[in-house]
C-alpha cells in the first residue's frame, strides 16, 4: 500500500497569509452543521497491517511548523476566536456539580467579557465554543442550560477514561446519553485491541458503538498515551474510521501523556489517507493538555498545513479543552490593552 511520506511538507507561505481564510474579520464562527456521517467501510486488514510510521520523519516534521508561520497582533487574535469556536469546553472532575456545569454552559454561550467582545469588534459574529462536554449524569443539565445557543452537548461514554466496564454496559451508556439529549458521543476503545493487534475486534467493538449513537454524531478516543508506538496510533486511528467514527481524538485527559503534535501529525495523516481512499471527511479531536494560546495556534496551523481550511472549522476540529479558554481570553485581553490581566479576570465558572 502506499500511504503519505510523514515528512512530506506542504509549500511554505508568508507570515500574513498564515490566518486560515474561514478565519479573518467578519465570518460567522459559530458552530455550523456537521457533514454528512462518515458511514465507515469493511475492514481491510491489509491496509491497516500495511501501515507503518517513522517516528524521526514525524519529529522533522513537527519541528518545521513553528518556522514556517508567524501568526501576530490582528492575525493572531484572528486565530484565537477561530479556537475558540472549536472547543469543547469540557468539565469532567469528580466534584461535577450541576451549578458548575450551568455555568460552563454560560460561558460556552458568551465565551469572552461583553467589553472584550465590543473592543474587537466582533459582536456580529455571535462567537459561542463548539460544544460542551460532559458527564452523563449532566447530560440533562447541559440541555436545558443550552437551549435556544445552538451549542451541541457531547457525553463521554462506554466507560470513560478507561474503557474496561461490560461491553453491554457500555452499550447502555450511549443510548442513555443519546435518549438524555446529548447529540454527540466521545467513546473510548479498548486499547488491549490495539496493543494485541485484534483489529478484527477493534473494529467490531466501534461499529458497534457507532450503531448505539443513532443520529448522534461520534468521536472515538483512542487513549494515544497507552498505546506504545505511533504506528499502533496510526493504525488505530485508520480501523476507527474504517468502522464509522465521525471524529477520531486523542485522549481522555486522563493519561500521563495527552495530545502531542507528533500524534497529532500521525491521525491527520491517516485522515487523510482514509478520505483519499473513501472520499468520507473525519473530524480530529485533540485533547489532554492543551492549555496556552500558543498550543492552540500551533494545533491549528498543524491542521491548516495538513488538512487545509476546510478543518479550522468546528464540524472537522475540535479542542478537548478545560482550562484553555482562560488564557486565550487573557492573550485577547492583551491586543485590545497592551497589558495581561490576571488570570482570575477570566474565570472559567
Not at 455555568?103 to 460542551?132: F, N, Y
Request: hydrophobic share 45%; net charge positive; aromatic share 6%.
Amino acid at each position: 500500500m502506499t500511504v503519505t511520506p510523514l515528512h512530506a511538507p506542504r509549500p511554505s507561505r508568508s507570515a500574513d497569509s498564515a490566518a486560515p481564510d474561514a478565519v479573518r474579520w467578519p465570518s460567522g464562527l459559530a458552530p455550523e452543521a456537521h457533514p454528512a456521517r462518515n458511514p465507515g467501510t469493511a475492514l481491510d486488514l491489509s491496509v491497516v497491517r500495511g501501515i507503518r510510521v517513522n517516528r524521526s520523519a514525524v519529529e522533522r516534521r513537527v519541528g518545521s511548523l513553528p518556522g514556517r508561520r508567524t501568526v501576530k497582533k490582528e492575525w493572531q487574535a484572528a486565530w484565537l476566536l477561530r479556537a475558540i469556536s472549536c472547543m469543547d469546553l469540557t468539565t469532567l472532575a469528580g466534584d461535577d456539580t450541576a451549578g458548575n456545569v450551568k455555568r460552563l454552559c454560560a460561558k460556552a454561550a458568551h465565551p469572552l467579557k461583553p467589553e472584550l467582545v465590543s473592543a474587537l469588534g466582533i459582536a456580529d459574529l455571535r462567537l459561542t465554543t463548539g460544544a460542551v462536554c460532559v458527564y452523563h449524569q449532566f447530560v440533562a443539565t447541559a440541555v436545558e442550560a443550552l437551549q435556544g445557543t445552538g451549542i451541541p452537548v457531547a457525553a463521554v461514554s462506554t466507560g470513560f477514561p478507561a474503557g474496561l466496564s461490560p461491553f453491554e454496559q457500555r452499550l447502555a451508556e450511549i443510548h442513555a446519553s443519546v435518549a438524555a439529549g446529548a447529540t454527540e458521543i466521545d467513546i473510548v476503545i479498548t486499547r488491549g485491541q490495539v496493543l494485541t493487534g485484534n483489529w478484527s475486534a477493534l473494529y467490531d467493538e466501534v461499529r458497534a458503538f457507532r450503531d448505539a449513537c443513532g443520529h448522534a454524531h461520534m468521536k472515538t478516543i483512542l487513549g494515544v498515551g497507552e498505546l506504545a508506538t505511533l504506528t499502533n496510533v496510526a493504525r488505530a486511528s485508520m480501523v476507527a474510521m474504517m468502522a464509522g467514527s465521525d471524529f477520531i481524538k486523542t485522549s481522555t485527559g486522563k493519561e500521563s501523556s495527552n495530545a502531542t503534535l507528533p500524534v497529532g501529525l500521525v491521525m491527520t495523516r491517516m485522515i487523510r489517507d482514509y478520505g483519499e481512499r473513501t472520499g468520507h471527511e473525519v473530524g480530529f479531536k485533540p485533547a489532554g493538555g492543551i492549555r496556552t494560546a500558543k498550543q492552540a495556534v500551533d494545533w491549528l496551523i498543524l491542521m491548516k498545513e495538513e488538512l487545509g481550511d476546510r478543518w479550522l472549522r468546528p464540524h472537522l476540529f475540535r479542542f478537548g479543552a478545560s482550562g484553555l479558554l482562560t488564557d486565550v481570553e487573557r492573550q485577547l485581553e492583551h491586543f485590545v490593552t497592551g497589558r495581561y490581566a490576571a488570570a482570575y479576570r477570566q474565570p472559567m465558572v
